[in-house]
């Protein structure tokens, strides 16, 4: 069994900054490819960025030069620091993570519950 936890999200306004992690725990041999996805109110979960198990990274092209994600392997956590934000930025961001969970099996893919981020004035 593996859970995925966000936490970070709160209230910020329009240019501020905000961190939010995503801790994975249970049963893993090793955490491939982790992926921020956000869903703004009355829309779709949309792609944020992705960041390998190298460290490589993909961000959407609204989030990019502002958002930036990060991992620690050894502590099983990813992170999204999130600069110059903006009232589009409002959504429930998600985590995901591709996780294998013993030495001979194949990974699949978990979610987080999710944490709100709301940017007003």
């Known amino acids: 069994q593996v859970q995925l936890v966000e936490s970070g999200g709160d209230l910020a306004q329009p240019g501020g900054s905000l961190r939010l992690s995503c801790a994975v725990s249970g049963t893993i041999f090793r955490i491939y490819s982790m992926t921020w996805y956000r869903q703004g109110p009355g829309n779709q979960r949309d792609l944020v960025g992705t960041?390998?198990?190298?460290?490589?990274?993909i961000y959407a092209g609204s989030v990019e030069g502002r958002f930036t994600i990060s991992r620690d392997n050894a502590k099983n956590t990813m992170y999204l620091q999130m600069d110059s934000l903006k009232p589009d930025d409002t959504a429930v961001y998600y985590c995901n993570a591709n996780v294998q969970t013993s030495s001979g099996g194949s990974s699949s893919n978990y979610w987080g519950q999710g944490t709100q981020v709301t940017i007003s004035s």
């Open positions: 960041i390998t198990s190298s460290g490589g990274t």
